[in-house]
């Protein structure tokens, strides 16, 4: 593949070096205006050493630089020098003052990166490296420095003009203009800055936090979204209690502020004191938004809102430490939603998300450490890997030394680190010096790539009426490295009797423990087992690892009706349905096999009124095709697709009738409670099987979601009947197509989903119809939820994507080209399913190879999709 690799220059975890100077201070001046913003910059520079240095390096991209001193002084041509990369200081003093005038183009700005205006409004985002689109800095994130912001604009336009911290000032300017100044008293690095431009209306609400101090919080929108801010309020408010109740942490200015807007890179962003989030993390009703949605902002608020400590106040070294603050946070975050919701139904949504995004990352070229040695594009590396594996291993810390001994050492973290940049080694040493304990093996975990499988053996002996337990594991190769160690593996486990009770498992009389496989191989020995056992291993899913556990179908039914364990109660049932897939993918086109195991862990469910009904549709709901394709040797796109169709209906049509009384009885008043939520979600899966059963029966089920259709008053129930109907592959819905589309054409949200739904749809004409979509009226290259809306989800849609004559590839191709020279960094996001070459046919493979290829030719070729096009297909072409 013919790359220039001076588009991927590698940056190395071993070459950080400590900055020369500190920035103590930064004040900015900045005159906000479309088409040319100016920029006047005010840093206080400061030797960290008393040998001279030659010179100081500051970043800086796409400025055009006006004018330049050094302590008042216009600086001479001959000591500094500018090029594309930013601006080199010659000779520089000890301390000294520089300031600095630019000039940059925010409507222009349509990388999403540094400053933007977009639907009428200012941005920004300056993680990872966005400052230097802004002014000249040492934008690198150990450069801790307060921030003063003065913002100029005009009135009508922007009547509200945001940054961090607390606003001192504000005043006129000249005819129809305003500024406003803005001080933040905590040292921060760059990638946290934030200011805001537009015309926004608040909804307003305070805090009264543990010692007793008010907070103010304002969530910034449009004003007609104003009635949709509840749920992001309420979410806040919950967040704060519990950082405070769960980890000792109180918030610290006296204003959060949240801005919402239609256009952003991804989910949302931590600035202090003014986070920006995707309007997606922010606006609910009950008529636009979904269930799902509504968790989704919990979520995300939360997060944003736990980066206060971990990520604002202890911040990082370098970004090689991202997971420090992005692990952590993403367990904090999963932490809280468990204790707001259902524990053991986030934990599966949790692990689900592992397994579909994670662990392929992990098999796949595009492996890495949680934390990386070396990138090209940081941006690149806001993965599955950082995030949910980063989590994944703080999860197995908080196993390892308990829920009080995880506490000592975030407050030992805390106290030792608040005020600096840090590394993930400062984290777990926090961890071990708290608890006298050594973690040594552990940091392995955070060093090697590479999901490991852990096999296990059990052997029951009726005479001497013990268990014998052997596990052992393995990590696969990954790019780079080649050899693996063991790492420390916590499984958690029981043994399960004849009864279906949890036996004891020593003399103390635990009926659960956590083992610690640390080596290739060991074997535990369960004594006074009177009875044959079945084991129930990885409890919650104790780690994350592949487990081959061989039970025979009859133990999996049995633990899919019994086991206490929700996590593994839901595993049991899936093991038994990815087992029913995986043969039906071997004979394609013939009648569905619906094994008696997997028949009797669905009835007993079904049968179970009184189970939790969001447990009950998980345990009711089949592995998707994406982890099907995941445990064959060679993923057989359209076999997976039918295989899943097929039992789909044949489960839709073996409980007919008891899905049909489900839909009826579970119909309710709309209500936004826990077991509401729960039911609409229970009831929406009987209907979807209903339908699907419509292949063995002479009824017609889409009639029932027609009519769910028009007479929903909620966007859950609307969005499920619209998904069935539109994507049923001999349905007709063009009507209700044009009646959704006229319906909610002013709601972006609700129109990404419209666009989602058609292109994740399985039809034989799906490539001309995406081809359609993106020269919709309403398609925007520059937005990019309505660019993931289309292009994401057309990934997904695997028949078409995968098609074996290379069309879905050619044409993904072709579209993310065009994106490359848009925004790079969602254009190298949506690219990575191409990476995934390797597990399909020779055929496909030709096809994906093909596709890099036409991607490595393009020209302009940004670093961000190079980057991800040279590591999917190093071996050249
Ligand atoms: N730090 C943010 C979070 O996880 C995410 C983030 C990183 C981001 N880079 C970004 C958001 C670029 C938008 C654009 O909470
Ligand atoms: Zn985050």
């Known amino acids: ?444 975990w955070y060093a090697q790539a590479g999901t490991p499988l852990v096999k296990a053996q059990g052997v029951y002996d009726p005479k001497a009426h013990t268990y014998t337990l052997t596990l052992s594991q393995s990590t696969p190769a990954t790019p780079g490295q080649a050899h693996k160690e063991p790492v420390p593996i916590p499984v958690r486990m029981a043994l399960i009797n004849t009864q279906g009770e949890k036996t004891a498992l020593d003399s103390r009389g635990d009926r659960e423990k956590v083992l610690v496989l640390e080596e290739a191989t060991q074997t535990w020995t369960f004594t006074e087992q009177p009875d044959p056992v079945i084991p129930s291993l990885l409890r919650g899913f104790s780690a994350p690892v592949r487990l081959e556990n061989p039970l025979d179908d009859q133990s999996r039914s049995f633990l899919a009706c019994v086991d206490d364990d929700p996590f593994n109660r839901w595993e049991s049932t899936q093991e038994l349905a990815l087992q029913a897939l995986l043969a039906g993918t071997q004979n394609p086109g013939t009648v569905q096999h619906f094994p008696d195991a997997l028949e009797r862990a669905l009835a007993a469910t079904l049968q179970d009124g009184a189970m939790d009904p969001a447990f009950r549709a998980e345990l009711l709901s089949l592995p998707s095709e994406d982890y099907v394709g995941e445990q064959m040797a060679v993923i057989a796109v359209d076999a997976i697709h039918q295989a899943r169709d097929a039992l789909l209906s044949q489960i839709g049509h073996h409980f007919h009738d008891t899905w049909l009384n489900l839909y009826h009885d579970l119909a309710g008043a709309y209500a936004r409670d826990g077991l509401s939520i729960g039911r609409r979600r229970l009831r929406n899966m009987a209907l979807s099987y209903l339908v699907y059963s419509d292949r063995h029966r002479e009824d017609d089920m889409t009639l029932h979601a027609r009519q769910q259709y028009v007479q929903a008053d909620n966007m859950t129930d609307r969005l499920a009947a619209f998904q069935l109907l539109v994507q049923h592959p001999l349905h007709d819905a063009e009507d209700i197509l044009m009646d959704f589309y006229q319906k909610w054409q002013d709601y972006p949200l609700v129109i990404d989903k419209w666009f989602a739904i058609q292109a994740m749809a399985p039809r034989a004409d799906a490539l001309r119809h995406v081809q359609h979509l993106l020269v919709h009226s309403a398609f925007d290259w520059k937005v990019p939820n309505r660019v993931r809306a289309v292009l994401g989800a057309f990934t997904v849609n695997h028949t078409v994507f995968h098609a074996a004559d290379g069309s879905g590839y050619a044409f993904f191709a072709e579209q993310i080209r065009r994106l490359d020279d848009i925004n790079p960094q969602t254009a190298a996001r949506l690219a990575t399913p191409l990476s995934r070459w390797q597990r399909y046919d020779e055929v496909r493979q030709k096809a994906m190879i093909q596709a890099l290829q036409l991607l490595a030719a393009k020209p302009h070729l940004s670093r961000d999709l190079a980057e991800v096009i040279q590591r999917a297909y190093p071996s050249g072409a």
């Not at 690198?140 to 336009?157: E, M, Q």
């Not at 919990?298 to 603050?325: C, P």
């Not at 975030?410 to 608890?435: K, M, P, S, W």
């Open 1 to 444: 593949m013919m790359i220039n690799s001076e588009n991927t220059p590698l940056i190395h975890r071993s070459d950080y070096q400590p900055l020369a100077y500190r920035i103590t201070e930064i004040a900015l001046d900045v005159h906000l205006d479309p088409e040319n913003t100016e920029v006047s910059a005010r840093l206080h520079f400061l030797r960290q050493n008393p040998e001279p240095v030659k010179e100081i390096h500051l970043d800086g991209e796409g400025l055009e630089l006006l004018e330049i001193r050094r302590d008042g002084q216009l600086l001479s041509e001959n000591s500094y020098v500018v090029n594309g990369a930013g601006l080199t200081l010659l000779n520089p003093e000890a301390d000294f003052v520089l300031e600095t005038r630019v000039r940059i183009h925010p409507a222009a700005n349509s990388a999403l990166s540094g400053l933007y205006h977009a639907g009428g409004q200012f941005l920004t985002q300056c993680e990872a490296e966005g400052f230097r689109r802004i002014t000249y800095y040492q934008d690198r994130p150990d450069c801790l420095a307060k921030f003063t912001v003065t913002l100029h604009g005009p009135k009508d336009t922007c009547p509200v003009l945001l940054a961090n911290g607390n606003c001192v000032a504000q005043g006129e300017d000249a005819q129809g203009f305003h500024w406003a100044r803005w001080e933040d008293p905590y040292p921060k690095p760059a990638y946290l800055f934030a200011m805001v431009g537009g015309d926004l209306a608040a909804m307003r609400d305070t805090f009264t936090t543990q010692s007793g101090r008010q907070v103010a919080l304002e969530i910034y929108v449009a004003e007609r979204d104003l009635g949709a801010c509840s749920q992001a309020m309420e979410s806040l408010k919950r967040a704060m209690r519990w950082d405070e109740e769960v980890y000792g942490r109180e918030y610290d200015l006296d204003r959060y502020m949240i801005v919402a807007t239609d256009s952003f890179n991804m989910g949302a962003m931590e600035n202090k004191g003014l986070n920006i989030f995707n309007s997606k993390y922010v606006l609910a009703s009950p008529e636009t938004a979904t269930d799902t949605d509504y968790q989704g902002i919990e979520s995300v608020i939360a997060h944003e809102y736990f980066h206060n400590w971990t990520g604002n106040r202890v911040t990082l070294r370098d970004w090689f430490q991202l997971s420090l603050k992005e692990g952590l946070t993403v367990f904090r975050d999963q932490e809280f939603s468990a204790d707001m919701n259902s524990r053991g139904v986030q934990r599966i949504g949790d692990v689900r998300r592992l397994r579909a995004a994670q662990f392929p990352e992990d098999a796949g070229p595009l492996a890495h450490p949680v934390r990386p040695d070396a990138y090209s594009e940081i941006n690149n590396f806001y993965t599955a890997t950082v995030y949910e594996k980063g989590a994944e291993l703080v999860r197995m810390l908080h196993t390892l030394l308990g829920k009080e001994g995880f506490r000592r050492g975030t407050d030992l973290y805390f106290e030792r680190h608040d005020g600096h940049a840090v590394t993930i080694e400062d984290f777990v040493e926090a961890l071990e010096d708290a608890n006298h304990t050594d973690l040594s093996r552990f940091r392995t």
